[in-house]
């Protein structure tokens, strides 16, 4: 036992955790056995919606809160899942009395509001394809991605309709319908009411035959690394849903659940839709954004147990120099997870301090649909580690021969790409459009992740960077996480980027884009302090030579810290996609 683990044993809990031994768990885990935790469409198929909703709406849990809404300025609203039941019923049939057909693609633009949420399933009811979008993106990404999508449908409200859509309408000549979530009234013949639509439409809606290879969700991804790519996803990726919401999340009957991501990127359907509801689990939306005191307030006044969010939110709660534990009554809380990015050690041993609970570091992408390797409730945290594969999960670090193989690097502790064998539920089934960059991401059975990790003697995976993000300096190879974390150590750094910039004597220079919290300024001073901190840190091989301040690192809107557009201002390179860039 290293000093800086963090152990718990089972008398801590609040709630006994669904998993306690994981050798034992993953040993014994099989995915037939969680086809068997399924309900089923009476015709034999299977359908997130009928699973998500419905069946709960069948049962004991009819009268359950599945949505918990709180809105932008303290509205809050709450939806049973039959009220779900009924209300997505009739979104189906909106669908279908519109004529959209099967696995056309209906895409959503809006905030959070319940409107979004029923939508989604009563989509997935009409068996068409939900392809999110996220409600900050201006009309040229949001142009780009429905066009590559092939838009039949638009949801959106009346401000983002205005603003957003009628500039690009004239080259959308596919799209059929925009319906207005917010419009009380028809404005044209295409361009529709959601209530009054609703208001014309039955509350009973049979879902049809369903494949669970029929495809569910087209996700655009997040754009760090280059061109967002459309990511497809079939009704039984769910299985993963199910698995990790239940090992990860650790989802029992009576929580109430908090995922803060927005439904524009996989996280926020993956897990702020589809995981809590699959198993009959009340889910929280919150319609505001980020703010401190707000998120600490709904912590406590909706007794959250279990809270999913990401570093970027972890690390500006950071910043603020509070005792939130003394301020809020946060004794529900149970369990907090964190996807996304890196989590610096730093982080998790700061909820420890500041919450009473470590945070739990999670890795996926996109492509896997759903979280792949974990800190589980139950298990020994490492911090700066992202934990061990889930059940049904065969992670593995490979090396890329020239030759188009790859090998298994079975040597802890050496760095290698990280990969996953294919045949678990969620991996995706293509790249939209693009066949040919589908089939460069397997080599044999092997999907091929583009990230670096290493696996440590007792199979923790430690990730290092994004394979395009890795520094080549004097001969060594660094990842710019393990800079970043040695950082953030340090009082005054807020947040740090770290990027390679091409150097004639050494390959690549390590130089890191550092904020401030608040307190501190930027100086000549702090400059040579942090670089003499990096080196004591981390020697002089790998420590930043270069710090440069800046008030804000640039940021995907999902919170990443784009390292790549840090590259480009600083060669003066153009600076590619920006369709994801923060404002
Ligand atoms: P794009 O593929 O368009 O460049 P993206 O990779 O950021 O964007 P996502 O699929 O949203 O799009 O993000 C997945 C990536 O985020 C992972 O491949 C990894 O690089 C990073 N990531 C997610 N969770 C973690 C984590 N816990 N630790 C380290 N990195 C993480
Ligand atoms: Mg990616």
Redesign the pocket.
């Known amino acids: 036992m290293n000093e800086k683990w963090i152990e718990k044993k089972v008398d801590e809990f609040l709630v006994t955790p669904n998993l306690l031994e994981y050798d034992d768990a993953y040993k014994k885990f099989t995915w037939e056995n969680v086809a068997s935790e399924f309900d089923g469409l009476p015709s034999g198929g299977l359908n997130i919606a009928h699973e998500a909703i419905d069946r709960h709406a069948n049962g004991v849990s009819a009268g359950k809160t599945a949505l918990l809404w709180l809105g932008q300025n303290g509205e809050r609203k709450a939806y049973s899942f039959a009220d779900m039941k009924i209300e997505t019923a009739k979104f189906a049939n909106v669908l279908k009395t519109l004529g959209i057909l099967k696995g056309e693609r209906v895409f959503t633009l809006s905030s959070r509001i319940p409107e979004l949420y029923i939508s989604v399933i009563g989509i997935l009811k009409n068996q068409n394809v939900v392809c999110p979008l996220f409600s900050q993106f201006g009309p040229e990404p949001i142009l780009q991605r429905m066009q590559r999508g092939d838009a039949k449908v638009l949801l959106t409200t009346k401000k983002l309709y205005d603003k957003k859509v009628i500039p690009i309408l004239d080259e959308l000549p596919e799209l059929r319908f925009v319906i207005l979530l917010d419009g009380d009234e028809h404005y044209s013949k295409n361009v529709l009411s959601f209530s009054r639509l609703m208001n014309e439409a039955s509350g009973t809606f049979e879902i049809p035959y369903t494949d669970p290879e029929d495809m569910s969700i087209l996700h655009f ?6 061109m ?2 459309g990511v497809v996803h079939v009704h039984k990726a769910m299985y993963t849903h199910w698995m990790s919401g239940k090992y990860v999340l650790d989802l029992h009957f009576d929580d109430n659940y908090w995922c803060t991501a927005d439904p524009g ?2 996280t926020g359907t993956s897990y702020g839709i589809i995981t809590p509801w699959i198993h009959g689990v009340t889910n929280i939306v919150d319609e505001g954004e980020f703010d401190a005191a707000r998120w600490y307030k709904t912590l406590q006044d909706e007794k959250v147990s279990v809270w999913y969010t990401a570093p970027t939110a972890i690390r500006r709660l950071m910043r603020i120099d509070s005792e939130p534990t003394k301020e809020y009554d946060l004794s529900h809380l149970r369990l907090i997870q964190s ?5 610096n050690p730093e982080a998790v041993v700061w909820g420890e301090q500041k919450l009473n609970l470590p945070i739990h ?7 896997t649909g759903g979280i792949m390797i974990a800190n589980l409730i139950s298990q020994t945290i490492r911090p700066g580690s ?1 934990g061990r594969p889930l059940p049904g999960i065969e992670a593995g670090i490979v090396h890329q021969n020239d030759d188009g193989t790859v090998t298994e690097v079975t040597e802890p502790n050496k760095e290698g790409d990280l990969a996953l064998k294919v045949g678990f539920p969620s991996l995706f089934r293509a790249y939209l459009h693009n066949k040919e960059k589908y089939d460069k991401s397997f080599v044999g059975d092997w999907y091929i ?3 670096l990790a290493y696996k440590d003697e007792d199979g923790y995976y430690w ?1 290092v960077g ?1 394979a395009d993000d890795i520094i080549k300096t004097s001969g060594h190879m660094v990842g710019p996480f393990e800079v970043e974390s040695a950082l953030m150590e340090h009082p005054a750094v807020a947040e740090a980027g770290v990027i390679g910039k091409p150097d004639e004597m050494i390959g690549q220079l390590v130089k890191a884009f550092v904020s401030l919290k608040a307190g501190y300024e930027p100086s000549e001073e702090l400059k040579h302090e942090l670089i003499g901190f990096g080196r004591k840190k981390l020697g002089s091989a790998v420590a930043p030579k270069e710090i440069e301040f800046q008030e804000n690192l640039p940021k ?1 809107r ?1 919170g ?1 810290i784009m390292r790549r557009l840090l590259k480009a201002r600083e060669m003066g390179l153009p600076e590619g996609d920006t369709s994801t860039l923060e404002d």
């Open positions: 991804t997040s754009g760090t690394t280059g967002p790519k990127w996989v996807v996304g990015e890196p989590l570091d999670n890795w996926w992408q996109t492509e992202m992740s583009g990230d990730f994004r995907t999902s990443k």
